[in-house]
């Protein structure tokens, strides 16, 4: 085993151990979205219940049976990708 395999192999094994996925999810929690974006939790959750058509609408998606809001990756890069291209 070389040098590098080891070094992914305690890395993999240190990201187990804290729980975090190394594997990049579809959908992702508004706590997700705030560790991962740095987003308020309830700033993206307010902002999901406006009308679709307002300019700050953050599009959510909810199971059917639970309360949880979840919020896709792709379009939470797009969106942010936008803001930041008109804040320059």
Same mark, same amino acid.
């Given at each position: ?19 975090? *996925? ?12 705030? *560790? ?11 902002? *999901? ?33 936008? *803001? ?5």
């Amino acid at each position: 085993m070389n040098e590098l395999e080891l070094i992914h192999k305690k890395l993999d094994a240190i990201l187990a151990h804290l729980n975090i *996925s190394t594997h990049p999810a579809k959908f992702m929690t508004a706590k997700q979205v705030e *560790s991962h974006y740095g987003i308020s939790a309830k700033t993206l959750l307010n902002r *999901s219940k406006l009308p679709q058509d307002h300019k700050r609408y953050i599009p959510a998606l909810c199971l059917k049976g639970g309360r949880k809001k979840y919020f896709e990756k792709k379009v939470l890069d797009r969106i942010l990708l936008v *803001s930041q291209d008109s804040a320059i």
